[in-house]
């Protein structure tokens, strides 16, 4: 990777707490993005292209860097991800359009990641709209979620002439792309700038409106004429283990929360921290404990390095930041006085392989040790919706392990009005941001054939030149 390509490198002594949590990576210059442009061989069936699940078109977007048309490379990626900013910060790149590109092969894949993002900003500085909303069609949609899945289906709705509502139950909209991802990944900013934009095309947003709660699906699925259901996934389950309840014992989703909407200087952190869990939230939770000041910052994960669900990079950066893991070990007992003092562990050693496929770790007898600690983070996934499941199940909607079960190439329920997508629909394999932004896509898609007739979606609203 060229040099000027790599992350800022960090030297907590030298940077104050504002600078630490600035975006890892620099935006790219106009110089160096037009360089790296002229890198690519704008393949003919470009791989990185069938790799991107929203199949941005991305020989065409860096060739217009390359000529100096930033303004139409924008667009050519808006085209196809609405929520491109996002998604150029947080796709996890190396195994998608970057890991397929050609040049891979010699360790330096076009960095297309940070070409969109200069692209995106460039546009989204400038509030250059591309898109207009359609010419009303008389039909109407309500959509549940405002993260990246409902946000995508609400912006090409909008753009075929659909009346649309989103209701949220935050303050904010954007999902976990305003409250989740970590914030010098992706700042709170780019998130609500683009709930801006697709709100700018006639959305409209209905934050801190909790569905089943504040309104009934029934009164949705009765007033509209389809129902896009993207309530992505729920809390931190409990870990059900004796001490939880203690002071000291935090929510992996809350505390990256408060890095995004607090002051930094407010955030309670401990010396000696202990993660528990292995994957997105797990490895964002300690890094930010990192970055925030604790001293020691201990992963604690119930399987090996291998079972994981954390990407590669992910768990690299983490290693880089001096984040460390204690692998084969499962808490059983957080510990102390009134507060948390430790976190009692025992060792395990991995057996047959479970329904995950994946081996199950069985604990070692007489192995229990103490974690010395001041601070637990539980970062072991995210609960499902099982109420609103109960109530979507009333009207039909079935269910495969707790997910919403939808036909994959219309995200549509057992319902025929009812439609969903994002992390509430994906049962296997692994969740991400741009996988959420195409179900709404696909959904949208679905949603105008079955209530219009078939039409041009690609390039459906009209441009703004
Ligand atoms: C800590 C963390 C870090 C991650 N990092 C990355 C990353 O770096 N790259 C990547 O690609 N993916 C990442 N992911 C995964 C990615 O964030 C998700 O796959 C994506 O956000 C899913 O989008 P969604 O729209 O389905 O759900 P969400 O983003 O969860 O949005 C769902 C929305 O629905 C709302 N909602 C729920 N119930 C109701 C209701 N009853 N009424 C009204 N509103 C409701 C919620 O408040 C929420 O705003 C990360 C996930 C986590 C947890
Ligand atoms: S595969 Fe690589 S070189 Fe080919 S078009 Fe895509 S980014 Fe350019």
């Known amino acids: 990777m060229a040099e000027h390509y790599k992350p800022v490198k960090y030297k907590a002594w030298e940077m104050s707490l504002e600078e630490r949590f600035q975006e890892v990576y620099p935006p ?23 790799a991107c699940p929203t199949h941005i078109d991305i020989p065409t977007f860096i060739k217009k ?13 808006l085209e196809s991800n609405l929520l491109g900013a996002t998604c150029a910060r947080v796709c996890p790149v190396q ?5 397929a590109c050609v040049l891979e092969h010699d360790h330096k894949p076009i960095a297309i990641g940070r070409l969109q993002r200069y692209a995106t900003d460039y546009a989204i ?15 109407k949609v309500a959509i549940v979620g405002a993260g990246p899945a409902g946000l995508s289906c609400a912006g090409e709705l909008a753009k075929l002439g659909f009346d649309v509502t989103v209701y949220e139950r935050q303050k904010l909209a954007g999902g976990l792309d305003t409250y989740g991802i970590v914030v010098f990944r992706e700042p709170i900013e780019v998130s609500l700038r683009e709930v801006k934009m ?10 801190g409106v909790n569905v089943g709660k504040d309104i009934t699906f029934e009164e949705l699925i009765e007033k509209n004429d389809a129902v896009f259901v993207s309530i992505g996934l729920g809390d931190v389950p409990n870990m059900e283990i004796p001490g939880e309840n203690l002071p000291g014992v935090h929510d992996g989703l809350e505390f990256i929360a408060e890095t995004k909407t607090q002051p930094l200087n ?3 952190f401990g010396k000696r921290v202990a993660i528990i869990g292995a994957g997105n939230t797990a490895i964002d939770a300690a890094t930010i404990a990192r970055r925030l000041g604790a001293e020691r910052v201990n992963m604690i994960y119930r399987r090996s390095e291998a079972e994981m669900t954390a990407y590669h990079f992910e768990y690299e950066f983490a290693l880089g930041e001096g984040v460390s893991f204690m692998f084969l070990t499962q808490p059983i007992e957080v510990v102390g006085n009134g507060r948390v003092e430790g976190l009692k562990c025992i060792r395990m050693d991995l057996g047959t392989p479970d329904q995950s496929g994946r081996r199950a770790p069985v604990p070692v007898p007489n192995s229990e040790f103490i974690v010395e600690c001041d601070m637990v983070i539980k970062a072991i996934g995210q609960k499902k919706h099982t109420n609103v ?10 269910e495969t392990k707790g997910y919403i079960a939808v036909d994959t190439t219309t995200n549509r329920t057992a319902n025929p009005k009812i439609f969903a997508g994002g992390d509430c629909v994906r049962s296997i394999g692994e969740a991400s941001t741009v996988m959420a932004v195409q179900d709404g896509k696909i959904a949208a898609r679905a949603i105008h054939e079955q209530l219009v007739g078939k039409g041009e979606l690609a390039h459906a609203g009209k441009c703004c030149k």
Do not use: H, W
Not at 125 to 139: D, L, M, V, Y
Not at 198 to 207: A, F, H, P, Q, R
Not at 389 to 398: D, S
């Open 28 to 50: 790219l210059s106009e110089r160096d993005a037009t360089v790296e442009a002229n890198r690519c061989l704008f393949c003919y069936d470009a791989p990185c292209m069938d």
């Open 65 to 77: 860097i390359a000529t100096g048309n930033v303004k139409g490379s924008a667009r050519t990626i």
């Open 95 to 99: 195994e998608l359009c970057e890991g």
């Open 125 to 139: 500085e400038r509030n250059i709209k591309f898109f207009e909303k359609g010419k009303p069609n008389g039909k």
């Open 198 to 207: 697709i709100e700018d095309l006639g959305v409209n947003v209905k934050t």
């Open 266 to 268: 407010t955030i309670k």
């Open 389 to 398: 499941m109960q109530k979507l199940a009333t009207f039909g909607v079935q």
